[in-house]
Nanobody, 120 residues
Framework: VQLQASGGGLVQAGESLRLSCKASGRIFRIDDMGWYRQAPGKQRELVAKISSTDNTNYVDSVKGRFTISRDNAKNTVYLQMNSLKPEDTAVYYC???????????????WGQGTQVTVSS
């Protein structure tokens, strides 16, 4: 399973960005999909996660501003980020929990990371 993330960039505070992450390759089933971020000097943190039944959860700092969604037909997860703040600046990584074959155990897969920079 390979993940390709896109949509990062440089924006001003208050603006919006939409991240996308498409899974490809040998996929039997995708379970949870999510976005993590890592700012310089900080640990990677979970930003948002969506289950296969569309249950979502968010880190408190983005609630009401970010929305995670998925398109199962396209094996893609999205992160709509509104009202961006300078503290949202980080490298954003998509994560997928998936099985590449029926007989394989579920594994974690990571995208390559996409930079989001919010200027004040």
């Amino acid at each position: 399973v390979q993940l390709q993330a896109s949509g990062g960039g440089l924006v001003q505070a208050g603006e919006s960005l939409r991240l996308s992450c498409k899974a490809s390759g040998r996929i039997f089933r995708i379970d949870d999909m999510g976005w993590y971020r890592q700012a310089p000097g900080k640990q990677r943190e979970l930003v948002a996660k969506i289950s296969s039944t569309d249950n979502t959860n968010y880190v408190d700092s983005v609630k009401g501003r970010f929305t995670i969604s998925r398109d199962n037909a396209k094996n893609t997860v999205y992160l709509q980020m509104n009202s961006l703040k300078p503290e949202d600046t980080a490298v954003y990584y998509c994560n997928v929990q998936a099985k590449s074959a029926q007989w394989r155990a579920r594994d974690d897969y990571w995208g390559q990371g996409t930079q989001v920079t919010v200027s004040s």
